[in-house]
């Protein structure tokens, strides 16, 4: 058995193979020992947000230093001489340090990210112009999904504008058209009732919606403007609602609302 071991099949095929499904399975390990400290099933959804942003950092830094020390393992089979790189590791950090300049700011913006609490995994924001939900941040790069299920994959350091719509709460507000011929009292009243059933009714509220009164005097209609705080992100699909419940109350209340119209008229 000890001469197959200092077989060259051994040596320069086996062991390498080895130290590599060794590094994969060490990843495993030690990643699902971290997934499970840092899961908890009671917490806020701030917190699970921070939780998944740190697993997600942690993971990364970890799989790099596993690939790292399972590439000195594998050189150490081929009989690399691998304390020779660490006597060179001045002047090889001074070469990559040019080479990788970008990436070495990847992984500092990465930290910067996760330390300043910038924004987290399952946050909604707007990066460089590109909105989205946060799928990932890595030290290298961040991945952002929007609704149509596109995906954009930014650089850390090539992030300079940041909106983060998760942190506070969302304002639905939805401006509504009246014609001039509506009674006014009659409209605010109706206004009124169909909002207090929304309070009611409605979830993901953070305060009551209200009737802010008239925002314009167009010059075919009367805006009203109908407004309440929501749950962050939340603004889009509330306005939908409110859109639809409004315009039912007037329609059964007899109020028009106006619409353009284009009239012809044919010469003698």
Not at 44 to 53: A, D, G, H, L, Q
Not at 64 to 90: N, P
């Amino acid at each position: 058995m000890t001469e197959f071991f200092e077989t060259e099949i051994f040596q320069y095929i086996l062991r390498p193979i080895i130290y590599v499904a060794l590094g994969c399975f060490t990843y495993k390990i030690i990643t699902y020992f971290i997934n499970r400290s840092l899961t908890k099933k009671e917490m806020s959804t701030r917190n699970k947000k921070r939780i998944e942003t740190s697993k997600s950092i942690i993971n990364n830094i970890i799989k790099y230093l596993i690939i790292i020390i399972t590439f000195l393992f594998v050189l150490s089979s081929y009989h690399v001489d691998v304390s020779s790189l660490f006597a060179g590791l001045g002047i090889g950090v001074a070469v990559l340090s040019l080479a990788f300049q970008d990436i070495a700011k990847d992984f500092l913006a990465g930290i910067s990210i996760l330390i300043d609490e910038q924004f987290e995994v399952g946050d909604n924001v707007s990066i460089n112009g590109f909105r989205g939900d946060v799928v990932s941040i890595g030290l290298r790069t961040t991945r952002i999904r929007d609704y149509k299920g596109a995906e954009m994959i930014l650089s850390n350091h090539s992030i300079t504008e940041i909106i983060n719509y998760s942190l506070n709460a969302s304002l639905a507000e939805v401006d509504l058209s009246v014609s001039y011929d509506a009674d006014t009292e009659l409209v605010e009243a109706t206004l009124r009732k169909c909002i207090e059933k929304m309070n009611a009714t409605y979830p993901d509220l953070k305060g009551k919606i209200e009737l802010w009164g008239i925002e314009n005097l167009d010059d075919s209609a009367v805006i009203y403007r109908i407004a309440g705080k929501v749950k962050a992100t939340k603004d889009f699909e509330i306005e939908r609602k409110m859109r639809k419940d409004l315009k039912l109350a007037l329609e059964e209340a007899g109020i028009e609302i106006p619409y353009p119209q284009i009239e012809v008229r044919h010469g003698k």
